[in-house]
């Protein structure tokens, strides 16, 4: 069994920095095995990162398009897409969060969490459905902080900070991801 499954683990031993290039690492040291390993650590994005380097992350680290069954699809879109330029206008950043919403009534109380990945323009939330892959590829991704909904009421939110692990990161732009695919033509 190999000593140490992310070879990245230094100084921060349990972040993993994702740099601009796709390459995982913490400082100068790369990890250049399995990044299976990795899956659980806290991630750290380089200055600079956008949605292509994370497609470069998932070239760089083949075993990683088996995290979620939609990155295959994804990736291949991907290779279709201009090497550059790919950024809509009306969107400043892509931001990956997560939600929290009690619901109360009708029936009975429940606590729902979810990941969201969603375009940020002007400090406002912009839903990213409408744009394909070759808008959003040069747009930078931050991670954003957990909002928590009390029944439903927009007046009642509060925002905490957040830490996302390599899986939760990989898993949560792939499901939101995939609901991306209407050709260009067909789009309103």
Request: aromatic share 8%.
């Amino acid at each position: 069994m190999p000593k140490d499954l992310c070879p990245a683990r230094g100084p921060s031993m349990n972040t993993v920095r994702i740099r601009t290039d796709g390459m995982l690492a913490d400082g100068d040291r790369v990890v250049q095995t399995s990044p299976l390993g990795c899956l659980g650590l806290k991630v750290d994005l380089e200055p600079g990162f956008i949605l292509r380097s994370f497609f470069a992350m998932v070239t760089a680290y083949p075993l990683l398009a088996e995290v979620s069954p939609f990155l295959p699809a994804l990736m291949e879109q991907v290779r279709s897409c201009p090497a550059s330029g790919c950024s809509a206008s009306g969107l400043q950043r892509l931001q990956l969060g997560r939600a929290v919403d009690m619901i109360g009534f009708p029936g009975p109380p429940r606590l729902e969490i979810y990941t969201v990945f969603q375009g940020i323009d002007l400090g406002n939330t912009v839903e990213i459905k409408p744009y394909g892959l070759e808008d959003l590829l040069d747009i930078g991704v931050e991670l954003g902080p957990t909002r928590h909904m009390v029944f439903g009421d927009k007046v009642d939110v509060f925002e905490f900070a957040s830490v996302f692990n390599l899986f939760e990161l990989i898993d949560g732009i792939a499901w939101s991801l995939s609901f991306h695919g209407t050709p260009r033509q067909c789009r309103i």
